[in-house]
Structures are given as C-alpha cells and as structure tokens.
C-alpha cells in the first residue's frame, strides 16, 4: 500500500502562484508513475498532470498545459505541482495519485493510491 498526503493548497489572486507538494510513504522503492488530478464543485476529477516514475516524461492537458508544473523528487519519495498564472477556473480540490508502473497514464480509472485533497481557491 501506498499512502500520498497533498499540502500546499490555498487562496491566491488571480495571476498568483502556488506549489503543491505530495509526499508517498508505504511501498515507494517500486516504480511509481505519479500525477495530479482535480475537482470542482459539481464537477468531475479531471487529469492535471502526469510523471514518469524518473521525471522524463510529463503530460498536461490543454487547460493547464504552459502555467503548471510536474516534478518530482524520488529520493525524498515527492511529488510537486508549480501552478502559475492562476485563474478562477482553477479553484478545486487537487488531488495527489500514483500507480505502480512506468507508464505515464491520464486516466483516473489507471491510478491505483490518491491522497485525501488539498484546496485551491483563486479569487478574481
């Protein structure tokens, strides 16, 4: 089992930054492909950001692809998000996720630890 806490979350302006960190704890020394999910009020989770278990290979969608972030650090087994340019439309619960594999993957149904959420709230 792996457990994943979210921390860093808030409220910021419009246009301001904020940094989310996940630490995992549990069965970290196996491969673990890492990412980031999202969801607002009334909304579905929906794919933020995704890693490769060594940090070479990321994917973004379009709504957050050129302001957010994906890194990781194994050796301290955390995962970051560094999310820029922050609007309203980015207000949600973020989520922390991983998956044993090396595969990149951007669908909620392939990951198979969350975290419990942190939330963002961007003001206008």
């Known amino acids: 089992q792996v457990q994943l806490v979210e921390s860093g979350g808030g409220l910021v302006q419009a246009g301001g930054s904020l940094r989310l960190s996940c630490a995992a704890s549990g069965r970290t020394t196996s491969t673990l492909t890492m990412g980031w999910f999202r969801q607002a009020p009334a909304k579905e989770r929906e794919f933020v950001a995704v890693t490769s278990w060594r940090g070479g290979t990321t994917y973004y969608p379009d709504s957050v692809k050129g302001r957010f972030t994906i890194s990781r650090d194994n050796a301290e087994n955390t995962l970051f998000l560094q999310m820029n340019s922050l609007n309203p439309e980015d207000t949600a619960v973020y989520y922390c996720?991983?998956?044993?594999?090396?595969?990149?993957?951007?669908?909620?149904?392939?990951?198979?630890?969350w975290g419990q959420g942190t939330q963002v709230t961007v003001s206008s």
């Open positions: 996720a991983a998956r044993s594999g090396s595969g990149a993957k951007t669908k909620e149904s392939d990951y198979d630890y």
